[in-house]
C-alpha cells in the first residue's frame, strides 16, 4: 500500500484494526520517521483508544487496556538484547490476551514469535509512504487493501 501524509498512515492502521485479534503480534519495520508510529495510533484508534498515543521510545511498553482488545506497544530500539526484555518481564504481554506492536523487532530477534505480521514501511518521499505486510509463520491471510490507499481523505 501508499499513503500519501501521516492522516492517510494513521487511517491504515485504524482499518487494518477491524482485522486483529487478540494474541496478533505486528513487527514494524523501518527507518526512524518512517511511519510507524503514525501507523500505530490509527489503529489504537480503531482499537477505540481515544487518549494520546506516543511512541513509548524511552518507557519500552506503553499498555492500552481501555480498548476492544489491549495493545501493548513496544518500542525495541534501546534494547541490546532479549535478556533485557525478559528481565522486565514484557515478554509476557506477547501473544497474550491483547495485540502486540512492536517497533524495532531487529533489537531482540529471538524474542520475535514465528506467527507475525511484519509491517515493513519505506520512505518514498516526504510524505509518501510504501506499506508491505507480510503474514510470517501461519498469521491469517488478510484481505486485500489495493495499491494505493487512496480511498480514505486526509
Not at 510504501?130 to 480511498?151: H, S, T, V
Request: hydrophobic share 35%; aromatic share 10%.
Amino acid at each position: 500500500m501508499i499513503t500519501q501524509s501521516p492522516v492517510q498512515t494513521r487511517h491504515l492502521g485504524e482499518h487494518l484494526a477491524s482485522l486483529l485479534c487478540a494474541g496478533d503480534v505486528l513487527l514494524l519495520k523501518g527507518d526512524l520517521g518512517a511511519g510507524k508510529s503514525e501507523f500505530t495510533r490509527g489503529l489504537a484508534r480503531g482499537l477505540g483508544i481515544t487518549g494520546p498515543v506516543p511512541s513509548p521510545s524511552f518507557t519500552i511498553l506503553n499498555v492500552y487496556e481501555d480498548a476492544s482488545i489491549p495493545l501493548y506497544h513496544f518500542d525495541w530500539y534501546r534494547l541490546h538484547s532479549s535478556e533485557e526484555l525478559y528481565e522486565m518481564g514484557m515478554d509476557e504481554w506477547i501473544g497474550g490476551d491483547g495485540i502486540a506492536v512492536i517497533e524495532w523487532p531487529t533489537q531482540c530477534p529471538d524474542a520475535i514469535p514465528e506467527t507475525c505480521l511484519e509491517i515493513v514501511f519505506t520512505t518514498v518521499d516526504e510524505t509518501t509512504r510504501n506499506i508491505e505486510m507480510i503474514p510470517r509463520g501461519a498469521f491469517r491471510d488478510l484481505p486485500c487493501f489495493g495499491g494505493e490507499y487512496d480511498n480514505i481523505g486526509d
